[in-house]
Structures are given as structure tokens and as C-alpha cells.
């Protein structure tokens, strides 16, 4: 037993490594994986590849950072696939990490939410294995503005399907934000970060309480907290 935790301790020491050491140089061509497609039959769980384990990818760059961990470029060993990996140290964040698994795996059948392909974990950290998005961000396009009527128009139509199959299953996403809003390469929106989002909501159990990015916070929140 004492055995096994020092291999877990040593891959876990091994990968924060790679992500520190390896880069992709400006000149390197990143290749998305093929497109996830609304339906079960798109969606990996580790069951369906028992031989799936995190030592099979290869780490390339730190994608995003935040209180809950890091996303990390990863490329499939032995394909020219790409994923973005959710790497999430799990201390005591058992509960919120099933929660999370839980609405991605029902994230899967909606073409405009970012999709789950597994969920592995080691002893210390967690990891999801998601799609990755190379289209940037509408945070990014907003910054730059190259976003015409026509445009925005078209992301509003599919960023409200979005929002309104969450809903209609139950789960309020709760960090709705341009930066949360990513695109694939043939520019439609995907909706990612579920790491705040509640499931099991119905009209007789609702969820209070403050959460996501202080700025993008509906304006009826109490206006004493927002120094209205």
C-alpha cells in the first residue's frame, strides 16, 4: 500500500513538472480535436477505456489559473489530438467535484456547453478531461472589438440555448461571463466552467447566496453589498 502511494506521489510530482517545463513555440500548429456532437454516444467515460489514465498525455501550457486549479493544454500520446485538462487539487472538495461531474456529464448533450470526455483522478488532485476550444474567447473578441451586429446577435441566439438547457434541467451556471463564453474553430460558442454551478433546482428549491465575478452580478442583487 505504502508502495502505491509513493507511484501516485511521484506521477502527480512528475506532471506539475511537465506543465512548468513544456511550452508550444508561436510557430507550432494546435490542432482541435473533431467536434462533440449533441448525444450520449459522444461523450468518453473512463469505463468506456479502461486503459484511460492521465499518464497518456503529453502537457504542453498553462491554458488558465484560478481558486479551483488549472487548466492545462494536453496532447494524447501517440495522436495529434488535443484536449484541455481541469486539474483541481481535491482536499475536501469531494462533494463539489461529484457536483461538477454531475452537470458536465449532462452538459454533453447540448452543442453550445463545453463538453466532458473523463474524469480521472490521484490521490491529491482531480482532472477532467475536456474538449479544447481554440477560438478564444468573447472576452477576447470584445477586447479587440471585431464583433459586429450580426455577430453578436448570432452568439446571443446560442449562448440563450445555452443558458435555457441548464435551466430546463435544473442547473443555474452562476459565473456567466464573456471570458466563460469560448469559441471552437468554426466559431460557435461553448459555454465552459461549471465549477460554480448548482444542479437539482426546481420552483420549490431555489439557491441563494453571492457567487461568480463581482462585476457580472445581476444588478438586483441587494444594492447595500454593490454600494448602490
Not at 463564453?181 to 431555489?206: C, N, P, V
Request: charged share 30%.
Amino acid at each position: 500500500m505504502k508502495g502505491g502511494e509513493e507511484k501516485r506521489k511521484r506521477e502527480e510530482d512528475s506532471l506539475e513538472k511537465n506543465i512548468k517545463k513544456k511550452r508550444i513555440g508561436p510557430n507550432a500548429r494546435v490542432l482541435e480535436d473533431e467536434e462533440p456532437r449533441a448525444g450520449p454516444s459522444t461523450a468518453i467515460t473512463p469505463r468506456s477505456d479502461p486503459q484511460l489514465s492521465i499518464s497518456g498525455f503529453d502537457f504542453h501550457q498553462v491554458l488558465g489559473e484560478g481558486g479551483f486549479g488549472k487548466v492545462v493544454l494536453a496532447s494524447v500520446r501517440g495522436r495529434n489530438t488535443f484536449k484541455a485538462i481541469k486539474i483541481i487539487i481535491k482536499e475536501d472538495n469531494a462533494e463539489d467535484l461529484q457536483r461538477e461531474r454531475r452537470i458536465l456529464l449532462a452538459a454533453r448533450d447540448c452543442p453550445f456547453l463545453c463538453h466532458l470526455y473523463a474524469a480521472l483522478q490521484s490521490q491529491g488532485h482531480a482532472y477532467f478531461i475536456m474538449e479544447y476550444l481554440s477560438g478564444g474567447s468573447l472576452k477576447d473578441l470584445i477586447d479587440n472589438n471585431t464583433l459586429s451586429t450580426k455577430i453578436v446577435r448570432f452568439y446571443t441566439a446560442e449562448l440563450i440555448c445555452g443558458i435555457q438547457f441548464l435551466h430546463g434541467h435544473g442547473i443555474a451556471h452562476r459565473d456567466i461571463k464573456p471570458a466563460n463564453i469560448m469559441l471552437d474553430t468554426d466559431g460557435h460558442i461553448r459555454i465552459i466552467d461549471l465549477g460554480l454551478a448548482q444542479d437539482g433546482l426546481t420552483a420549490s428549491s431555489k439557491i441563494c447566496g453571492r457567487a461568480g465575478t463581482y462585476r457580472y452580478m445581476a444588478p438586483e442583487w441587494p444594492p447595500e453589498e454593490k454600494g448602490l
